[in-house]
């Protein structure tokens, strides 16, 4: 029997995001707690259309980390998944579109988690970097997996996973920089005035 990976993967993935929207849903969100949503996936699809033209150097996965850190593993991820979709609406939608959106979706969920540790503070600032550089080859584990379905079709190999993983690397390592950059510049700045939207609209984590 035949197995086409690229579709195979393709409708796991939907799956999964399904899941994801549904257990969103079921939560019954108020609308003030949607609207820090749908504000910071405006800012994270507009950063990524501006720095279109560096690809691998965006400013998304640090604005969806915070996000998570902030108001939650569950938001999160509805940042990072609908920053994917939102954004691909002008840069251009394809089979890869519901591998972007888990992947950055659950960047944003993982950061969650780690916020909910209750680390020490200066520990838990360091973490959060060092998980903001290696959040970027997670995602391109999940993304770069498309290309491998792709490629194989209906044998994956290990030549062709070691292929495409090697050459992405590079892009990865440049992506993991960006994140360590990009959250210098707007942890700080995002984190404070997140908390006095919290503490005068009385918002918790989702």
């Known amino acids: 029997m035949k197995i086409n990976f690229p579709i195979i993967s393709f409708v796991v993935v939907l799956i999964i995001l399904a899941f994801f929207f549904i257990a969103f849903e079921l939560k019954k969100p108020k609308a003030k707690e949607i609207i820090p949503i749908a504000v910071m996936c405006a800012v994270a699809s507009v950063g990524r259309v ?49 591998f972007q959106m888990l992947a950055w979706g659950l960047v944003g969920l993982i950061a969650g988690v780690i916020a909910d540790m209750n680390l020490p503070k200066n520990i838990n600032v360091l973490v959060l970097y060092v998980y903001a550089f290696i959040s970027a080859f997670f995602y391109g584990l999940i993304t770069d997996f498309w290309t491998i379905a792709f490629l194989a079709g209906e044998s994956i190999t290990l030549r062709i996973v070691l292929s495409v993983y090697s050459a992405g690397f590079i892009f990865n390592l440049m992506h993991g920089v960006g994140n360590v950059v990009f959250m210098l510049v707007f942890y700080r700045l995002f984190m404070e005035r997140f908390e006095r939207i919290s503490q005068k609209y009385g918002l918790g984590k989702t």
């Open 50 to 98: 501006i720095f279109n033209f560096l690809p691998q150097i965006q400013p998304v996965t640090a604005i969806v980390i915070i996000m998570g850190i902030c108001f939650g593993k569950h938001s999160g991820f509805m940042v990072g998944a609908l920053s994917a979709l939102v954004s691909n609406m002008i840069i251009g939608q394809g089979f890869w579109t519901p």
